[in-house]
């Protein structure tokens, strides 16, 4: 069983920054891939970014050179650095992982950019 804790959400105005954590119960480094997904109020949840077990990274197109995935194995800590936030990026961020075929989520965290 993996647990995911998710921090370093908030409220932000529009061009500002943040910085999400999310920490595994488990080896990261052992992980298929772990990602950031998000869900705005009506709306599905979607992937913003992903980042495999050999550190290969995706990212939706609408934050391609804004935010930037990352992991510390060490710390077994996923990051994901949030810079030129807009409002559209408003939503509850889900950490999760891919681990022996099954998926694991965090409880969310909700970042909230302010026009």
């Known amino acids: 069983q993996v647990q995911l804790v998710e921090s370093g959400g908030g409220l932000v105005q529009a061009g500002g920054s943040l910085r999400l954590s999310c920490v595994a119960s488990?080896?990261?480094?052992?992980?298929?891939?772990m990602g950031w997904y998000r869900q705005a109020p009506g709306k599905q949840r979607e992937l913003v970014a992903r980042?495999?077990?050999?550190?290969?990274?995706t990212y939706a197109d609408s934050v391609k050179g804004r935010f930037t995935i990352s992991r510390d194995n060490a710390k077994n800590t996923l990051y994901l650095q949030m810079n030129s936030l807009k409002p559209e990026d408003t939503a509850v961020y889900y950490c999760?992982?891919?681990?022996?075929?099954?998926?694991?989520w965090g409880q969310g965290t909700q970042v909230t950019v302010s026009s």
């Open positions: 999760n992982a891919d681990h022996l075929s099954l998926a694991y």
């Open positions: 980042i495999t077990r050999g550190g290969t990274t």
């Open positions: 488990g080896y990261i480094f052992s992980f298929n891939s």
